[in-house]
């Protein structure tokens, strides 16, 4: 069988790895087309796929003002440019990968999945934790059985203050008018995961959290606008963009390699006299939270605590699921369950594995592919439904911060 033809839609950090894993399994895909607006990652993503010229497009409506000319479509523009290409993709006929969010509003996410229901397309949503192998690992201990029926649930998100300045004070996030709110952004996965997880809908949420640090007020004294002015305080701040993008011991590495493509000391340095990463953590136009609790209520009385936050050193999520005959303990390496029947404590090291999330990235990418060969889509445990499903949930909390009450799902 002939590999599935695919375009990429938004080919920046995101998109171009989608490309790698497509070009990675290449009895499953093709990269044919490009749409990206920025000439040098366009350029970059052509060479890498030999994309013709013809095939080459400065954005997504110029691609889809074409007939359709593959057989899917990748989408990976930022989150606010979700909603256009995937519903005049969907119209055009194009099997779709969406990156999460969906879109940030909850109509542009029911447009999106009316639009998969009209056409019938096999759509997947990159909710990438569900394919993490750890936390897929998790999900299926729970599902089948060893700590009895879920009672309650922790999970801790661990942003860390070095990403969370690159992201979410700096970056493409740190904005909610540029992009959207940090339970959408960010944590959306975990959002999706919870609700992945227990197997019960969401009845009812409430919310607290705010921007507490990252604001003009808390900037040192002499600090400037930006860390290469010079600023005297730069040597020792914990925000520093040189240290966090210059001085770097992999500057091909992210985040260091999202200031610039050219990794040389005098380009980066020069990206940020000019460019976003390089202004002072406290005098940004940032807006999103640092940090963010929400309390689920489950069908069945089941409850869930999420917690976000930056300030952490490390990053990643920390989870403990409290059920009815034991107790799971997870922190993205070990998978501890304690049995209360026998007192036994088992330890599962799940083992690394390469690739983004934990090889979730290609995990969904494959999986997505292997749906639109087979045309079943049952492997896509993320498709318009139930990404729709979960991020209503995502809607509804940051409804209940915003309203300071308790908002109940219908
Ligand atoms: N699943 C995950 O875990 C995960 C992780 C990071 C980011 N994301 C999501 O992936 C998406 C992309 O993030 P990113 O980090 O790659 O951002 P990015 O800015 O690197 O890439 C977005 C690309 O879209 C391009 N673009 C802008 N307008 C366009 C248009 N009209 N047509 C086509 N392309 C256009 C931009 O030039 C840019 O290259 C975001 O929605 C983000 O939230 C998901």
Redesign the pocket.
Known sequence: MEPKTIAI?????????FGEICAAVPQLAKVVAV????ND?RKTCSTMHQISPDRQ?????D?TAQPRMCDAVII????Q??V??AVACLEKGYDVLL???MATTLADCQAIEAAQRRSGRIMGV???LRYHKSFRMVKDLVAGGAIGRIVTVELIEQVAFWHQAHSFVRG??GNQAR?TFMLL?KSC?DVDYLCYLIPEPCRRVSSFGSLSYFRPENAPVGSTSRCTDPCPVEPICTYSAIKQYVNVANPQAWPAS?VSLDAGREARLQALKTGPYGRCVWKCDNDVVDHQVVNFEYAGGITAVFTMTAFTKAGGRRLTVHGTQGELMFDESTIRIQSFTDGSSRIIEPGAETG??GG??YRLTCDWLRALKSQDDSAVVANAQESLRTHRVVFAAEQARLEGRVVTLD
Do not use: L
């Open positions: 839609i938004g080919a920046g950090a995101r998109g171009s790895g749409a990206e607006p920025r990652f497009f400065r954005g997504w409506q691609f990976a523009t930022m989150d440019d979700h256009g290409p990156e999460k969010p990159c909710h990438s493409n996030w992009s952004a996965h999202a983004g999330h979730g990235d």
